[in-house]
């Protein structure tokens, strides 16, 4: 009787180890998955603001504020205007 109740001992414990064993691939494959999924989802996110920056800045360009802007920076000064910045010679 003690030595049956101890041979069903081992061949459960057996049963627990090869379960554990046979489940550690997948979790692997799971883990790296994960990371994986993770780092590209940081990357989609990086990227789209980053469109959407450059949608504001294409909006803002398109608009009449900031197509004044650049002709100015570009150094545009109107008829009726007198430069601020003039240069002394």
Same mark, same amino acid.
């Given at each position: 009787?003690?030595?049956?109740q101890?041979?069903? %001992?081992? @061949?459960?414990l057996?049963?627990?180890?090869?379960g554990?064993?046979i489940t550690? &691939?997948?979790?692997r494959?799971? &883990?790296?998955?994960k990371v994986? *999924?993770?780092q590209? @989802?940081?990357?989609?996110?990086?990227?789209?603001a980053?469109g @959407?920056?450059?949608?504001?800045?294409e909006?803002r360009?398109?608009?009449s @504020? %900031?197509?004044?802007?650049?002709?100015?920076?570009? &150094?545009?000064v %109107?008829? *009726?205007?007198?430069?601020s910045n003039?240069?002394?010679?």
């Amino acid at each position: 009787m003690r030595r049956k109740q101890w041979i069903n %001992g081992l @061949i459960i414990l057996w049963a627990v180890a090869s379960g554990v064993a046979i489940t550690m &691939g997948p979790w692997r494959v799971y &883990g790296k998955q994960k990371v994986q *999924s993770e780092q590209r @989802i940081r990357e989609m996110n990086a990227a789209e603001a980053h469109g @959407i920056k450059l949608l504001e800045a294409e909006d803002r360009a398109q608009s009449s @504020i %900031g197509r004044e802007e650049a002709v100015r920076k570009a &150094g545009y000064v %109107g008829s *009726s205007e007198i430069p601020s910045n003039l240069d002394k010679k």
